[in-house]
């Protein structure tokens, strides 16, 4: 058997509770209860992590493009360069930090300039944001 994060966490999460808690009271009992919820949602995020990173990477970068071609920007055109070769959640984070900075910059320039087309981009950068806050959505939290 070959145990991946997720089983391995999940596995973590259930002794936590079951044969753990059971011997404990007051806060080292909430203590518990705590990390097997955040064990449950390294479980849950674990596999899909780097997949929503890379998409969400994807998506700021053609936004800024687009911004950079529909309003004229060079500096967008510049920060729209990139890739995610580099697989690693450290290096997506870091990538997306620098998209999500972009992604601001254009947005704020495409609210103050009037036309259809940067408030058809404006409403297509809040529509990404929305995923992005959707796909980073944890069902197991409860806290």
């Not at 070769?85 to 930090?97: A, H, Y």
Request: aromatic share 4%; proline share 2%.
């Amino acid at each position: 058997m070959k145990p991946t994060v997720p089983m391995v966490a999940t596995e973590l999460a259930n002794r936590l509770r079951t044969d753990i808690m059971a011997e404990l009271t007051g806060f080292r009992a909430n203590d518990a209860a705590m990390g097997a919820q955040l064990l449950d949602m390294i479980a849950e995020r674990w596999d899909s992590e780097a997949a929503n990173l890379v998409a969400e990477n994807r998506a700021f970068r053609a936004l800024v493009l687009r911004a950079a071609e529909e309003l004229g920007d060079a500096q967008a055109a510049q920060s729209a360069s990139g890739d995610d070769e580099d697989l690693r959640i450290s290096s997506l984070e870091r990538e997306n930090d620098r998209l999500r900075e972009a992604l601001i910059r254009v947005h704020t320039l495409a609210e103050q300039t009037d036309g259809e087309a940067p408030r058809a981009l404006t409403d297509a950068i809040w529509d990404a944001l929305r995923q992005s806050v959707e796909a980073r959505r944890v069902g197991s939290a409860n806290f």
